[in-house]
Protein backbone atom coordinates (compact mmCIF):
# COMPACT_ATOMS: atom_id res chain seq x y z
CA UNK A 1 0.00 0.00 0.00
CA UNK A 2 1.26 3.52 -0.88
CA UNK A 3 2.33 5.96 2.03
CA UNK A 4 0.98 8.25 0.57
CA UNK A 5 -2.83 7.89 0.48
CA UNK A 6 -4.98 9.90 3.32
CA UNK A 7 -6.05 8.60 6.04
CA UNK A 8 -9.26 6.56 5.99
CA UNK A 9 -9.14 6.16 1.94
CA UNK A 10 -11.91 4.42 0.21
CA UNK A 11 -10.08 0.99 -0.59
CA UNK A 12 -12.23 0.60 -4.15
CA UNK A 13 -11.46 4.38 -5.36
CA UNK A 14 -7.90 3.70 -3.77
CA UNK A 15 -7.76 0.66 -6.19
CA UNK A 16 -9.24 2.65 -9.65
CA UNK A 17 -6.83 5.00 -9.11
CA UNK A 18 -3.66 2.56 -8.77
CA UNK A 19 -5.22 0.97 -11.83
CA UNK A 20 -5.66 3.99 -13.62
CA UNK A 21 -1.61 5.14 -12.70
CA UNK A 22 -0.31 1.49 -13.76
CA UNK A 23 -2.11 1.73 -17.08
CA UNK A 24 -1.46 5.53 -17.78
CA UNK A 25 1.80 6.62 -16.17
CA UNK A 26 3.79 3.61 -16.36
CA UNK A 27 3.94 0.17 -16.56
CA UNK A 28 5.84 -0.05 -12.64
CA UNK A 29 4.54 1.99 -10.16
CA UNK A 30 7.13 1.44 -8.01
CA UNK A 31 9.12 2.81 -4.91
CA UNK A 32 10.60 5.22 -6.64
CA UNK A 33 7.63 7.18 -7.37
CA UNK A 34 6.70 8.41 -4.40
CA UNK A 35 6.84 11.54 -5.00
CA UNK A 36 4.26 11.78 -8.10
CA UNK A 37 2.13 9.10 -6.41
CA UNK A 38 1.16 11.82 -3.29
CA UNK A 39 0.73 14.57 -5.45
CA UNK A 40 -1.85 12.71 -7.73
CA UNK A 41 -3.69 11.27 -4.91
CA UNK A 42 -4.27 14.40 -3.31
CA UNK A 43 -5.21 16.06 -6.29
CA UNK A 44 -7.32 12.94 -7.30
CA UNK A 45 -8.91 12.91 -3.97
CA UNK A 46 -9.53 16.64 -3.87
CA UNK A 47 -11.39 16.87 -6.87
CA UNK A 48 -13.80 13.78 -5.46
CA UNK A 49 -13.34 12.31 -9.28
CA UNK A 50 -12.27 8.82 -10.59
CA UNK A 51 -10.61 10.65 -13.35
CA UNK A 52 -6.79 12.04 -13.14
CA UNK A 53 -6.78 15.19 -15.31
CA UNK A 54 -4.32 14.63 -18.39
CA UNK A 55 -1.86 17.37 -17.43
CA UNK A 56 -1.47 16.04 -13.59
CA UNK A 57 -0.99 12.19 -15.41
CA UNK A 58 1.85 14.22 -17.41
CA UNK A 59 3.74 15.39 -14.35
CA UNK A 60 3.57 12.15 -12.04
CA UNK A 61 4.54 10.10 -15.63
CA UNK A 62 7.84 12.51 -16.05
CA UNK A 63 8.59 12.87 -12.28
CA UNK A 64 7.92 8.85 -11.74
CA UNK A 65 10.40 8.12 -14.94
CA UNK A 66 13.21 10.20 -14.00
CA UNK A 67 12.69 9.48 -10.14
CA UNK A 68 16.32 8.26 -10.17
CA UNK A 69 17.83 11.44 -12.04
CA UNK A 70 15.92 13.30 -9.05
CA UNK A 71 17.61 11.65 -6.54
CA UNK A 72 21.22 11.64 -8.04
CA UNK A 73 20.77 15.31 -8.40
CA UNK A 74 19.17 15.75 -4.78
CA UNK A 75 22.64 14.29 -3.81
CA UNK A 76 25.05 16.14 -6.14
CA UNK A 77 23.33 19.45 -4.57
CA UNK A 78 23.77 18.00 -1.05
CA UNK A 79 27.28 17.18 -1.95
CA UNK A 80 28.44 20.44 -3.71
CA UNK A 81 30.47 23.09 -1.93
CA UNK A 82 29.53 25.54 -4.90
CA UNK A 83 26.56 25.43 -6.92
CA UNK A 84 25.98 27.41 -9.35
CA UNK A 85 23.01 27.66 -11.41
CA UNK A 86 21.92 29.22 -14.87
CA UNK A 87 18.54 29.60 -16.06
CA UNK A 88 17.03 29.95 -19.78
CA UNK A 89 13.83 30.65 -21.47
CA UNK A 90 12.16 27.69 -19.87
CA UNK A 91 12.43 29.11 -16.60
CA UNK A 92 10.26 32.06 -17.77
CA UNK A 93 7.82 30.37 -19.59
CA UNK A 94 6.51 29.13 -16.63
CA UNK A 95 5.83 31.88 -15.38
CA UNK A 96 4.01 32.98 -18.63
CA UNK A 97 6.33 34.89 -20.27
CA UNK A 98 6.90 33.80 -24.25
CA UNK A 99 9.93 32.46 -25.77
CA UNK A 100 10.24 34.36 -28.83
CA UNK A 101 13.05 31.94 -29.91
CA UNK A 102 11.53 28.78 -30.03
CA UNK A 103 7.90 30.28 -30.74
CA UNK A 104 8.96 30.28 -34.03
CA UNK A 105 10.57 33.74 -33.58
CA UNK A 106 7.69 35.92 -34.82
CA UNK A 107 5.95 38.82 -33.20
CA UNK A 108 2.81 39.94 -34.20
CA UNK A 109 2.85 37.38 -36.70
CA UNK A 110 5.50 39.18 -39.04
CA UNK A 111 8.42 40.22 -37.18
CA UNK A 112 11.23 38.48 -35.91
CA UNK A 113 12.28 38.61 -32.90
CA UNK A 114 16.25 39.02 -33.89
CA UNK A 115 15.12 41.88 -36.12
CA UNK A 116 13.30 43.87 -33.52
CA UNK A 117 15.54 43.36 -30.41
CA UNK A 118 18.57 44.40 -32.47
CA UNK A 119 20.96 47.29 -32.75
CA UNK A 120 19.65 48.03 -36.27
CA UNK A 121 16.17 48.62 -35.42
CA UNK A 122 17.24 51.18 -32.48
CA UNK A 123 19.34 53.16 -35.06
CA UNK A 124 17.02 52.43 -38.28
CA UNK A 125 13.21 51.36 -37.16
CA UNK A 126 12.93 53.35 -33.58
CA UNK A 127 9.27 53.38 -33.90
CA UNK A 128 9.01 49.65 -34.34
CA UNK A 129 11.63 49.01 -31.69
CA UNK A 130 10.03 51.40 -29.04
CA UNK A 131 6.75 49.53 -29.87
CA UNK A 132 8.36 45.99 -29.15
CA UNK A 133 9.90 46.54 -26.09
CA UNK A 134 6.85 48.96 -25.02
CA UNK A 135 4.70 45.78 -25.25
CA UNK A 136 7.47 43.32 -23.46
CA UNK A 137 8.03 45.99 -20.62
CA UNK A 138 4.07 46.04 -19.90
CA UNK A 139 3.81 42.07 -20.12
CA UNK A 140 6.19 42.28 -16.68
CA UNK A 141 3.75 43.89 -15.10
CA UNK A 142 1.48 40.61 -15.32
CA UNK A 143 3.56 38.16 -14.35
CA UNK A 144 5.46 36.87 -11.23
CA UNK A 145 8.03 34.61 -9.91
CA UNK A 146 7.25 31.02 -9.95
CA UNK A 147 7.59 28.14 -7.61
CA UNK A 148 11.23 27.29 -9.70
CA UNK A 149 12.45 30.93 -8.92
CA UNK A 150 10.86 30.77 -5.32
CA UNK A 151 13.10 27.82 -4.45
CA UNK A 152 16.00 28.76 -5.84
CA UNK A 153 16.00 31.80 -4.01
CA UNK A 154 15.33 29.58 -0.84
CA UNK A 155 17.95 27.38 -1.57
CA UNK A 156 20.24 30.53 -2.19
CA UNK A 157 19.29 31.62 1.34
CA UNK A 158 20.14 28.39 2.78
CA UNK A 159 23.60 27.84 1.26
CA UNK A 160 22.77 25.49 -1.57
CA UNK A 161 23.26 27.52 -4.46
CA UNK A 162 26.07 29.93 -4.56
CA UNK A 163 25.60 31.83 -8.04
CA UNK A 164 22.55 32.24 -10.58
CA UNK A 165 23.72 33.48 -13.83
CA UNK A 166 20.59 33.59 -16.45
CA UNK A 167 19.85 34.53 -20.12
CA UNK A 168 16.56 36.02 -19.11
CA UNK A 169 16.15 39.61 -18.59
CA UNK A 170 12.76 39.97 -16.56
CA UNK A 171 14.32 40.19 -13.34
CA UNK A 172 12.14 37.55 -12.36
CA UNK A 173 14.55 35.78 -9.87
CA UNK A 174 15.80 39.44 -7.77
CA UNK A 175 11.50 39.55 -7.42
CA UNK A 176 11.80 36.10 -5.72
CA UNK A 177 14.50 36.86 -3.21
CA UNK A 178 17.67 36.32 -5.23
CA UNK A 179 20.87 38.08 -4.83
CA UNK A 180 23.97 38.61 -6.82
CA UNK A 181 22.24 37.48 -9.74
CA UNK A 182 24.35 37.39 -13.20
CA UNK A 183 22.19 39.09 -15.89
CA UNK A 184 24.40 37.80 -18.89
CA UNK A 185 22.03 39.67 -21.45
CA UNK A 186 20.75 42.85 -19.34
CA UNK A 187 17.77 43.80 -17.48
CA UNK A 188 14.44 44.90 -19.10
CA UNK A 189 13.76 46.64 -16.06
CA UNK A 190 16.02 49.52 -16.40
CA UNK A 191 16.66 51.70 -19.56
CA UNK A 192 19.35 53.83 -20.57
CA UNK A 193 20.40 56.62 -22.90
CA UNK A 194 21.93 55.51 -26.09
CA UNK A 195 23.88 58.56 -26.26
CA UNK A 196 25.31 59.94 -22.78
CA UNK A 197 24.27 56.02 -20.84
CA UNK A 198 21.92 58.18 -18.20
CA UNK A 199 19.37 55.49 -16.69
CA UNK A 200 16.07 54.98 -14.93
CA UNK A 201 13.78 52.55 -14.20
CA UNK A 202 11.92 51.27 -17.58
CA UNK A 203 8.58 52.00 -16.03
CA UNK A 204 9.50 55.31 -17.77
CA UNK A 205 9.51 54.18 -21.01
CA UNK A 206 6.13 53.33 -21.38
CA UNK A 207 5.34 57.59 -21.32
CA UNK A 208 5.15 59.66 -24.11
CA UNK A 209 8.30 61.99 -23.10
CA UNK A 210 10.23 58.31 -21.61
CA UNK A 211 11.63 57.34 -25.28
CA UNK A 212 13.78 60.59 -25.39
CA UNK A 213 16.78 61.24 -22.62
CA UNK A 214 16.18 64.26 -20.37
CA UNK A 215 19.37 65.38 -20.39
CA UNK A 216 21.32 65.22 -23.90
CA UNK A 217 17.67 63.91 -25.99
CA UNK A 218 19.38 60.58 -26.70
CA UNK A 219 17.04 57.77 -27.89
CA UNK A 220 16.09 55.69 -24.79
CA UNK A 221 17.01 51.48 -24.78
CA UNK A 222 16.19 48.92 -22.71
CA UNK A 223 19.23 47.73 -21.00
CA UNK A 224 19.01 44.79 -22.42
CA UNK A 225 21.85 43.64 -24.72
CA UNK A 226 20.29 43.45 -28.20
CA UNK A 227 21.66 41.57 -31.82
CA UNK A 228 24.71 43.18 -33.17
CA UNK A 229 25.91 44.31 -29.15
CA UNK A 230 28.53 42.26 -27.10
CA UNK A 231 27.50 41.26 -24.09
CA UNK A 232 28.81 43.18 -21.10
CA UNK A 233 32.62 42.05 -20.16
CA UNK A 234 32.04 42.56 -16.84
CA UNK A 235 29.11 40.46 -16.04
CA UNK A 236 30.73 37.67 -18.58
CA UNK A 237 33.74 37.65 -16.65
CA UNK A 238 32.03 37.18 -13.29
CA UNK A 239 30.51 34.04 -15.00
CA UNK A 240 32.98 32.47 -16.08
CA UNK A 241 34.59 33.00 -12.29
CA UNK A 242 31.63 31.49 -11.00
CA UNK A 243 31.89 28.00 -13.95
CA UNK A 244 35.41 28.02 -12.62
CA UNK A 245 34.84 27.76 -9.08
CA UNK A 246 32.19 25.26 -9.46
CA UNK A 247 31.50 21.72 -8.10
CA UNK A 248 28.34 21.64 -9.55
CA UNK A 249 26.78 23.48 -12.31
CA UNK A 250 22.83 23.50 -13.04
CA UNK A 251 21.20 24.39 -16.31
CA UNK A 252 17.26 25.15 -16.04
CA UNK A 253 15.04 25.90 -18.49
CA UNK A 254 18.36 26.38 -21.73
CA UNK A 255 18.86 24.30 -24.99
CA UNK A 256 22.36 25.77 -24.66
CA UNK A 257 22.10 26.52 -28.17
CA UNK A 258 23.79 30.10 -28.01
CA UNK A 259 27.25 30.98 -26.53
CA UNK A 260 28.31 31.85 -24.23
CA UNK A 261 25.27 29.68 -23.03
CA UNK A 262 26.90 26.45 -24.22
CA UNK A 263 30.32 27.74 -22.85
CA UNK A 264 29.69 28.12 -19.55
CA UNK A 265 29.02 24.54 -18.32
CA UNK A 266 31.72 23.38 -20.80
CA UNK A 267 34.13 25.64 -18.54
CA UNK A 268 32.59 24.29 -15.55
CA UNK A 269 33.23 20.49 -16.36
CA UNK A 270 36.53 20.81 -18.28
CA UNK A 271 38.55 23.34 -16.22
CA UNK A 272 36.82 23.13 -13.02
CA UNK A 273 36.08 19.22 -13.08
CA UNK A 274 32.49 19.99 -11.83
CA UNK A 275 29.09 17.78 -11.94
CA UNK A 276 26.65 18.85 -14.96
CA UNK A 277 23.12 18.72 -14.36
CA UNK A 278 20.37 19.92 -16.57
CA UNK A 279 16.88 20.18 -16.30
CA UNK A 280 15.11 21.22 -19.95
CA UNK A 281 12.03 19.52 -21.65
CA UNK A 282 14.06 19.54 -24.75
CA UNK A 283 17.28 17.53 -25.62
CA UNK A 284 20.71 19.77 -25.39
CA UNK A 285 23.97 19.35 -27.39
CA UNK A 286 25.89 18.81 -23.96
CA UNK A 287 23.83 15.90 -22.57
CA UNK A 288 26.75 13.40 -23.10
CA UNK A 289 28.88 16.20 -20.44
CA UNK A 290 26.02 15.68 -17.94
CA UNK A 291 26.09 13.62 -14.94
CA UNK A 292 21.92 13.98 -15.01
CA UNK A 293 19.48 14.71 -17.39
CA UNK A 294 16.09 15.73 -16.58
CA UNK A 295 13.46 16.47 -19.58
CA UNK A 296 10.75 17.51 -17.07
CA UNK A 297 9.20 21.38 -16.25
CA UNK A 298 11.64 23.04 -13.84
CA UNK A 299 9.11 23.89 -11.25
CA UNK A 300 7.86 20.11 -10.36
CA UNK A 301 11.52 18.99 -10.57
CA UNK A 302 12.71 21.55 -7.99
CA UNK A 303 9.91 20.76 -5.46
CA UNK A 304 10.62 17.12 -5.76
CA UNK A 305 14.49 18.23 -5.24
CA UNK A 306 13.22 20.25 -2.78
CA UNK A 307 11.17 17.67 -0.58
CA UNK A 308 13.86 15.47 -0.74
CA UNK A 309 16.52 17.87 0.60
CA UNK A 310 13.94 18.87 3.41
CA UNK A 311 13.29 15.15 4.55
CA UNK A 312 16.54 14.31 4.19
CA UNK A 313 18.04 11.33 1.92
CA UNK A 314 18.21 9.11 4.38
CA UNK A 315 15.14 8.24 4.68
CA UNK A 316 14.09 5.72 2.42
CA UNK A 317 10.93 5.87 0.01
CA UNK A 318 7.97 4.03 1.08
CA UNK A 319 6.48 0.78 -0.74
CA UNK A 320 3.73 0.70 -3.04
ZN1 LIG B 1 21.37 61.10 -22.82
Sequence with gaps: ?????????????????????????????????????????????????????????R?????????????????????????????????????GLPDFRSDGGLWKQSRRFEELASVEALTSDYPSFVEFYRFRIRMLHSVRPNTGHELLADWQRRGLVHTIITQNVDGLHEEAGSRDVLNLHGTLRRIRCQRCDSDMPASAFLEEQGTRCGRCGGPM??????????????????????????????????????????????LAVEHAGASLAIVNREPTPLASLSSVELRAAIGPSLAALDRLLTRGLAEAPPAL
Design 1 to 57: MCRALPAGACRTRTFRLHWRLRQEVCASITAKSDQACARLLFLWYKSGSSLVPERHL
Design 221 to 266: RPKVVLFGEALDAQVLEAAMGAARQADLFLVLGSSLQVSPANALPR
Design 59 to 95: DARELSLNSDDILRLASLLRAARRTVVFTGAGMSTES
